[in-house]
């Protein structure tokens, strides 16, 4: 019997899960979880726990390097606003984490079970790629997903397999989001990676909404305070949240 | 003091299991990792406070505390905590006593090497588990 595996569960019992994911790296995972949290967060506690044990960039998205305090609850969450956050980065602080594979898993479900969490919504951030930690959370809960790609073809192919392993295994995907589609110039939309077809063909295939965001260059100045962000990247996000 | 948060999941769980099996639960044998630097009074106290308001408030709690024996993935080498004792202590000092290896012991490659060969990539057996149930 796994006592923390159990209380992970019951801790998330009920609640709404969100996972943001992706098979693919760099595709902007952490930040459309993070203003996904801060929408939501506008009306109502909103709680977002990072599983990248390795990257932890929804710490450094928010600003935050300080080490989480614990209770008799277990570990307290760092508040932003109505946004309470999680993450082994509040654990280890300012040092590399390196694991064997089967230890991953333990110490997911450490942050899992230990993690207070008392918001309804729970967002999870998670890293690239299918393994351990897509396995624990599956373990866990089961999620609403929202699945980010570049439009690239590249990014696209790598995200199918995910995405048949995510129907494979009965989980929901919600969204399919195209991340970084375009860009608004003076003389007009740019698309960087050409126009999105690839993304909506996958969409279309299997009945998933597919949302497109722009590339905002202005999120670059808010790395480390996106609580002040509000420019149109999370008004894209906010639109396909309602 | 996250020993209440681990007894709460433990009284939870047995209390689950005694239920789906409708069995009266006499004793509960848990092992923890000495890694994991748990008090073990304190997870005592913290079960026989938070059992009485559960189903299973009869129970009583044994912990049992597990050596560690790693083994390196690289040269095969097999070590225990005492060989590790500059790192461990130095994980105590910079992080106190809620430290990184008393929440999640796993994280102990991140700490500690092979004392043989320098390699992170060792075995743990860290986990946290109820190993028996006495009814
Ligand atoms: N729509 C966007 N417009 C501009 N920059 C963006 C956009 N989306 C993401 N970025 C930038 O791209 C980089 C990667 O984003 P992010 O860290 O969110 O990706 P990720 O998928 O979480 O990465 P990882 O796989 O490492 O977890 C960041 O520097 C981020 O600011
Ligand atoms: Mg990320
Ligand atoms: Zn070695």
Redesign the interface.
């Known amino acids: ?4 595996l ?2 992970a569960r ?1 801790r998330l019992r009920g609640k709404r899960v969100i996972a943001v994911m992706s098979a693919k790296g760099g595709v902007g995972k952490s930040t459309v979880a993070s203003l996904i949290a801060l929408n939501l967060s506008e009306r109502q506690n909103t709680a977002i726990i990072d599983l990248d044990i390795y990257g932890n960039s929804t710490l450094k998205l928010f600003g935050i390097s300080k ?1 989480h ?7 307290e969450p760092f508040k932003v606003g109505n946004v309470s956050i999680f993450s ?1 980065g509040g ?3 300012d ?6 594979g ?3 898993g ?2 997911l479900e ?2 899992l ?2 993690s ?1 969490v008392n918001e309804e919504t729970v967002i999870i951030d998670m890293p690239p790629g299918m393994g351990e930690e897509l396995l624990t959370l599956k373990r866990v809960v089961n999620p609403e997903v929202f699945l980010v790609t570049l439009p690239s073809k590249l990014s696209v192919m790598t995200v199918k397999h995910m995405l048949d392993y995510l129907l494979d295994s009965k989980i929901e995907v919600k969204r399919i989001i195209a991340n970084m589609c375009y860009l608004k110039t003076p003389e007009g939309l740019i698309y960087p990676f050409g126009k999105p077809d690839i993304v909506e063909d996958l969409g279309k295939k299997h009945g998933i909404r597919v949302e497109h965001l722009p590339v905002d260059p202005e999120l670059e100045n808010f790395a480390g305070r996106i609580q002040e962000y509000s420019g149109v990247l999370k008004e894209e996000v906010r639109k396909f949240l309602s | 003091m996250h020993e209440w948060a681990i007894a709460m999941s433990i009284v939870g769980s047995v209390e689950k299991w005694s239920l789906e099996r409708n069995l009266k639960v006499k004793k509960v044998y848990l092992s923890i990792p000495s890694l994991s630097m748990l008090e073990v009074e304190i997870l005592l106290e913290a079960f026989n406070t938070i059992k009485k308001e559960s189903k299973i408030s009869g129970a009583e709690l044994e912990v049992i505390v597990r050596e560690q024996n790693f083994k390196c993935r690289s040269c095969g080498n097999v070590f225990t905590m005492k060989d590790i004792k500059e790192e461990l202590e130095s994980v105590i000092k910079d992080y106190g006593e809620e430290n990184p290896l008393h929440i999640a012991p796993s994280l102990i490659t991140a700490f500690a090497k092979c004392p043989k060969c320098g390699s992170n990539d060792f075995e743990v057996d860290s986990s946290i588990r109820v190993e028996g149930i006495e009814v």
């Open positions: 019997m796994n006592p923390l159990e209380l019951e080490l305090g614990v209770s008799k609850n277990g570990i082994i654990i280890v602080g040092r590399y984490v390196v694991l064997t089967s230890e991953e333990n110490v450490s942050l079970g230990l207070n």
